[in-house]
């Protein structure tokens, strides 16, 4: 069965600290990955994507994932958090390579950033 | 591009109502997804339109749920006779296809809250 786990419910981390949010996959195809972020009453937001080609993906806010297929891994990082990164983020993987947005949502970190 | 606008942005309803909600997507996004998120899980897939045409539902749409986007524009989702399990955050996204898988990008709603009592 397609999957994606998130390792760690909730994460904390000091300001200015490093930002590492775990994601595995499992899948028999080559996968298209995602990060989103959601805020607090706001829509998700789509931070990065890895379709093909370099393996390290710079998303929006100083985001980064460097997907691994050795490791079935696509870890989201940020050198230094800011107070703003407060949020839960969402991994997931479209399984069609694209085909169609239909994507397989992990379970979801949340994210606090303490001062 | 004002976004992806979904109404209303809360409902409360009784066990064995019927109840519609409603999305407008972004002006000429020909693609428009329904997703649900329950407590505690990352959104689930629920059925997308290209266009008009409904192209895929998932097994997690009962015959209580229907879904239509009459003239490829804003979508309604209707769940009748709803069960306490329904209770979720409905979340509706579109996107365009004119540049390629590759580049196909989702845009979200804010999401309609339901809570079946």
């Known amino acids: 069965a397609q999957s994606v786990t998130q390792l760690g419910s909730h994460v904390s981390v000091s300001e200015g600290a490093l930002v590492l949010l775990r994601c595995n996959y499992s899948s028999s195809v080559p996968p298209y990955l995602f990060w989103y972020v959601q805020y607090p009453n706001q829509g998700l937001q789509l931070l990065l994507k890895y379709t093909t080609g370099a393996t390290l993906v710079k998303g929006i806010n100083g985001f980064e994932a460097e997907f691994k297929k050795s490791e079935t891994s696509f870890h989201l990082t940020k050198p230094s958090a800011h107070m703003s990164d407060a949020a839960e983020y969402f991994c997931a993987v479209d399984m069609l390579s694209g085909a169609t947005n239909k994507l397989i949502f992990g379970t979801g970190t949340l994210l606090a950033v303490q001062p | 591009d004002t976004g992806v606008s979904q109404n209303p942005r809360h409902k409360i309803t009784k066990r064995g109502q019927n109840v519609t909600f409603r999305c407008d997507p972004i002006s000429e996004h020909n693609r428009l997804y329904w997703y649900r998120q329950t407590l505690g899980q990352g959104p689930e897939f629920l059925t997308y339109f290209q266009n008009e045409a409904q192209l895929e539902k998932s097994r997690l749409l009962s015959d209580r749920f229907s879904a239509e986007r009459p003239k490829g524009s804003f979508s309604t989702l209707e769940i009748q006779r709803t069960e306490q399990g329904d209770s979720a955050m409905y979340l509706c996204?579109?996107?365009?296809?004119?540049?390629?898988?590759?580049?196909?990008?989702?845009?979200f709603g804010s999401g309609t809250q339901l809570s079946v009592l």
């Open positions: 996204a579109s996107s365009s296809t004119s540049d390629g898988p590759a580049d196909e990008k989702l845009f």
